[in-house]
């Protein structure tokens, strides 16, 4: 079945500075790849998305950039605010099935 | 539209004891998921349904049924509850088979003692 890995598990980042968070996947037939936030005690919420016929894809601060051939993909935040803490999970889909990543942990320090 | 509901928000369950957990959506989605999180751990799927009366396994289904006779519903039920089973739980809709975004409801924090 798919194995999806992300890292960092942790990452602090001052305000106004880039984040970047980056995940593996081991199923070349995994063909959707979601970014979801869970602020604490909250469900997570899907703040970006893309397939796999896509190599990156922006919505305002937050980008995805995907590469097939490497089974990787990446979340971009730009210019962070202490809003954007929070944890944050990637996932593969494979047969419409959903592989999560551990999570990373976000922390935006003023 | 709530969206996807779930039921109760807070559980405390002796080893043992059985209950089931609500889920319910109002978006006429054909596929419903349960996952539950454990810290360091992502969520995992549980079990699966890609429309009315039919359902799969999922990651991790040892320990959970489900069954699922309307779209709207899709209850999780823990038989014997072990402390193992201390989890939160998510429920998830989504629409249909290439419609890959998912929704999630607010989540059941389970304890068992």
């Known amino acids: 079945g798919e194995n999806v890995e992300q890292h960092p598990s942790t990452l602090s980042v001052q305000e106004g500075d880039s984040a970047v968070i980056k995940c593996t996947y081991s199923?070349?037939?995994?063909?959707?790849f979601p970014w979801y936030k869970q602020e604490l005690g909250k469900r997570p919420q899907l703040i970006i998305d893309?397939?796999?016929?896509?190599g990156e894809k922006k919505d305002q601060r937050i980008a995805v950039t995907l590469n097939k051939t490497a089974k990787h993909f990446s979340l971009h935040i730009t210019e962070t605010q202490p809003e954007d803490s929070a944890v944050y999970f990637c996932?593969?889909?494979?047969?419409?099935?959903?592989?999560f990543g551990a999570g990373t942990q976000v922390v935006v320090t003023p | 539209n709530a969206g996807v509901t779930q039921t109760p928000k807070f559980q405390v369950l002796k080893t043992g004891q059985s209950m089931t957990l609500q889920c319910a959506q109002d978006?006429?989605?054909?596929?419903m998921s349960w996952y539950r999180q454990d810290p360091g751990m992502g969520l995992r799927l549980i079990h699966y349904?890609?429309?009315?009366?039919?359902?799969d396994q999922g990651e991790v289904p040892n320990g959970y049924n489900v069954s699922r006779s309307t779209t709207e519903d899709f209850p999780l039920r823990l038989l014997s509850a072990a402390p193992s089973q201390t989890s939160v739980y998510f429920c998830?809709?989504?629409?249909?088979?290439?419609?890959?975004?998912?929704?999630f409801g607010p989540g059941t924090r389970l304890t068992v003692t």
């Open positions: 998830a809709s989504r629409s249909g088979t290439y419609v890959y975004e998912q929704y």
């Open positions: 199923d070349s037939a995994s063909n959707y």
């Open positions: 893309i397939r796999s016929n896509v």
């Open positions: 996932a593969a889909t494979s047969w419409g099935k959903f592989q």
């Open positions: 978006m006429n989605h054909e596929y």
């Open positions: 349904s890609v429309g009315a009366g039919i359902t």
